[in-house]
């Protein structure tokens, strides 16, 4: 491993190609260190949030709640972890709570941040911060899911069954999922000392 990061290119240009209610698509003129230029073009969303959360929510140790929502991208239903945008004038904490609150009927006493994931960030600006919600208690808020959502009590040990199943996919989940569930074994096997 080096101690020199590479040189960031330079921006030469930035230019709006294409805007929609959620969607910004930005081309970028960029001069590397070795004096090539490219552009590039990136997806980003409007702005109107600082972010998305998604959030893995257990009830019990060896449990998480998944929701299974249509998915307009692969026009199919999907089983994922509850997500959302984070809404101005929120942190991650109320704007993870919320959305679980919204899509699961549960609330957290709990929550922490896990990792912070992006998806194709050579083409997306887009980060989501992972939270791991526990000592649930029930509470729904009404959200803005065109249909009720489904929630599923899924033991978090069998991933892989998941992972084996077509309507388990997302990226961001599974590798959420797969955090979660080795910090959890880890507290289970160190106990935090008070």
Known sequence: MTDHAPRKPQVLARRSVARSRLFHVEEM???????????????????????????????DPEHVLLIREYAAGVEDYALTLPKGLVDP????????????????GFGAHRLEPLVELTLAPNYMRHRMQVMLATDLYPRRLPGDEPEPLIVETHAIDEIGALLAREDFHEARAIAALYIARDKVRNEAVTPTLW
């Open 29 to 59: 003129e960029l001069r590397f260190a070795n004096g090539a230029e490219r552009t590039f073009e990136r997806l980003g969303g409007t702005g109107r949030g600082i972010g998305a959360v998604m959030i893995v929510a257990m009830p």
């Open 89 to 104: 004038g929120e942190d991650l904490v109320t704007a993870a709570n919320r959305e679980l609150m919204e899509e699961c």
